[in-house]
């Protein structure tokens, strides 16, 4: 256990902000990892939603579902965006090697070592959450598109409030949390397993998973 502490520290601090009976959204489930916690902790009371574009990955996704949980686990399978339209996306070899964490939309001129392709639609976020009548928690992970699936997002994080776990990457770091602090939200990192509040001279370096909070929960933290 403690080598997983240290080596994944935000899986092992999910069960301390996902309660039982949580409604959780999984962007960019890739094959399951994050999904599988996120049931664990939620229970058989909880509600799963996760958006997966590539085929491949969902296959396996779902066998990394617990079956007892799989009635209340709806995926997804597009990308998000702010068109509903069919786009590229492409997993790269980078030294050689096929990265499949690493899956992203393909930019035309940009993208030269690409291993294989896939043709995937895009949805607009917030007509594909439009019915959900609640929600606690977002992951998402979609190699430096933060930006482009949270900018038309806004409706679900302001009619929910869910706290939001990502990666910033991307030339759209700075304008992904402005956006989000627009929206009421500040920033967190996880050091020795809580979440502090990252200074904004640390915000555009911080290389690790950030957490967005709303205002509302920032006392429920503990």
């Given amino acids: 256990i403690g080598f997983f502490k240290n080596k994944y520290p935000e899986l092992f601090f999910l069960k301390k902000i996902v309660k039982q009976g949580d409604t959780c959204l999984d962007i960019g489930a890739n094959v399951g990892y994050y999904s599988h916690f996120l049931c664990k902790y939620a229970g058989k009371s909880g509600k799963f939603y996760a958006v997966e574009p590539i085929p491949d990955f969902r296959a396996v996704l779902m066998k990394n579902i617990p079956s007892k949980y799989r009635k209340n686990y ?21 030294g050689g090697v096929i990265h499949h964490g690493m ?72 304008d992904t949390v402005d956006l989000m602090k627009s929206l009421g939200y500040e920033v967190y990192a996880l050091e020795n397993e809580k979440l502090k509040r990252l200074p904004e001279n640390q915000v555009l370096q911080y290389a690790n998973d950030v957490y967005f909070v709303p205002g509302e929960k920032k006392n429920d933290l503990g």
């Fill in 74 to 94: 709806v995926l997804f399978p597009f990308a998000l965006g702010g068109q509903e339209k069919k786009i590229e996306m492409g997993l790269p070899i980078v």
């Fill in 103 to 174: 899956t992203h939309v393909i930019e035309k001129g940009k993208d030269n070592s690409i291993a294989q392709t896939f043709e995937v639609e895009m949805k607009i976020p917030d007509k594909l959450f439009g019915e959900i009548e609640k929600l606690d928690f977002v992951k998402c992970d979609v190699e430096g598109y933060e930006y482009f699936v949270f900018s038309n997002m806004k409706e679900t994080f302001n009619k929910h409030k869910p706290i939001v776990q990502c990666e910033l990457g991307s030339e759209y770091k700075k």
